[in-house]
């Protein structure tokens, strides 16, 4: 069955620090999509990247990168130099390429405080 | 902007009562999906629309009933709310035709039941 584990529940860092953010998934699939959103505190679900199970060149988009490794089913996600807009909670979720209607599998998610 | 809006945004009801939401697109995806937020528990499925009068059940789809009767608008009701469904629940929409294609969410409704 497919899953995804977001182990941190809670990460608080300081300003400028670099966090990681870890995510760990199961799934029988041969095909599927990775992402991650981010809710703020003002509620919204913001989509950040999504990955697909053949391609495991990590990707970097400013401060964030994101790190695909299949090897260990993980898809870590990076903030370097975090900010205090950076608070918020990280969802990883999960999409298998055959599964009817593909639901979003997420993780429970990371609270993460960026304080100054 | 993926065009979604939610209404009511925010509601109070009570135990028994019944309650609607709504969902509205504007770019006419044919997939729409309900989820909902609790702590713990991260976002799950509840129902999802593949087409006008087309829907399907999600992981936690008891005591929930959806209809489709247009493209742009997914209603969800509670037919007689209980406390358990205290709950914040977003609306999406699948941009594309790949069953994997990213999803994107309308801002949320945030429901007490009392």
């Known amino acids: 069955a497919q899953k995804v584990t977001q182990a941190q529940t809670e990460i608080s860092v300081v300003e400028k620090e670099d966090v990681t953010l870890d995510c760990v998934y199961e799934?029988?699939?041969?095909?599927?999509?990775l992402f991650w959103y981010k809710q703020p505190p003002s509620g919204e679900l913001v989509f950040l990247i999504r990955r697909n199970s053949f391609d495991e060149q990590n990707e970097i988009s400013g401060r964030y990168s994101w790190n695909f490794q299949k090897s260990t089913s993980s898809f870590n996600f990076t903030i370097t130099a975090s900010q205090v807009v950076d608070s918020a909670v990280y969802f990883c979720a999960l999409s298998e390429a055959n599964q009817a209607g593909t639901a979003l599998i997420f993780g429970k998610g990371t609270t993460l405080s960026v304080s100054s | 902007d993926a065009g979604i809006t939610q209404s009511p945004r925010h509601k109070v009801t009570e135990t028994g009562t019944p309650v609607t939401l709504r969902c509205h697109q504007t770019?006419?995806?044919?997939?729409m999906y309900w989820y909902r937020q609790d702590p713990g528990h991260g976002l799950r499925l509840i129902h999802y629309?593949?087409?006008?009068?087309?829907?399907d059940k999600g992981e936690v789809s008891d005591g929930y009933s959806v209809s489709r009767s247009k493209t742009e608008d997914f209603l969800l009701t509670l037919e007689s709310a209980t406390s358990s469904q205290t709950s914040v629940y977003f609306c999406?929409?699948?941009?594309?035709?790949?069953?994997?294609?990213?999803?994107?969410f309308g801002p949320g409704t945030r429901l007490t039941v009392l």
């Open positions: 629309s593949y087409g006008v009068k087309d829907t």
């Open positions: 799934t029988r699939d041969t095909t599927y999509y």
């Open positions: 999406a929409i699948r941009e594309g035709r790949s069953s994997t294609d990213t999803q994107y």
């Open positions: 770019e006419n995806h044919r997939y």
